[in-house]
């Protein structure tokens, strides 16, 4: 059974920087696809952050240059974020698709599985 428990819930000022854990149960990260969505109170989720198999990735245009999405080990995915802005308060959420449904990474919100979600805020 596969579960995402994403951490790193904070409050940070306008230009700081957070690292978000996405730690995975039943799922090991060389078979699967994984993302980073994120979603503003009134806004559809939108997918920043992909990484493949075989660590290829891809970015939104909104937080290319800023975010890196990167594997720990087998069993945690991580989303080093810099340069925050206040645009990017949201729940953040971690996504996983096992490799032979995904022939890249992509940014699309067809994944099937997803965490829970952790806060992020930040304050100008």
């Known amino acids: 059974q596969v579960h995402l428990a994403e951490s790193g819930e904070s409050s940070v000022l306008a230009g700081g920087s957070l690292r978000l854990s996405c730690v995975t149960y039943g799922v090991t990260l060389r078979t699967y696809c994984m993302a980073w969505f994120r979603q503003a109170p009134g806004k559809a989720r939108e997918g920043i952050a992909g990484?493949?198999?075989?660590?290829?990735t891809i970015y939104a245009d909104s937080v290319k240059g800023r975010f890196t999405v990167s594997k720990g080990n087998e069993k945690t995915l991580y989303l080093q974020m810099d340069s925050l802005k206040p645009e990017d308060t949201a729940m953040y959420y971690c996504?996983?698709?096992?490799?032979?449904?995904?022939?890249?990474?992509?940014?699309?919100?067809?994944?099937?599985?997803y965490g829970q979600g952790t806060q992020v805020t930040v304050s100008s």
């Open positions: 990484i493949d198999s075989d660590g290829k």
């Open positions: 996504a996983a698709e096992p490799m032979r449904y995904c022939s890249g990474p992509y940014l699309e919100p067809v994944y099937n599985y």
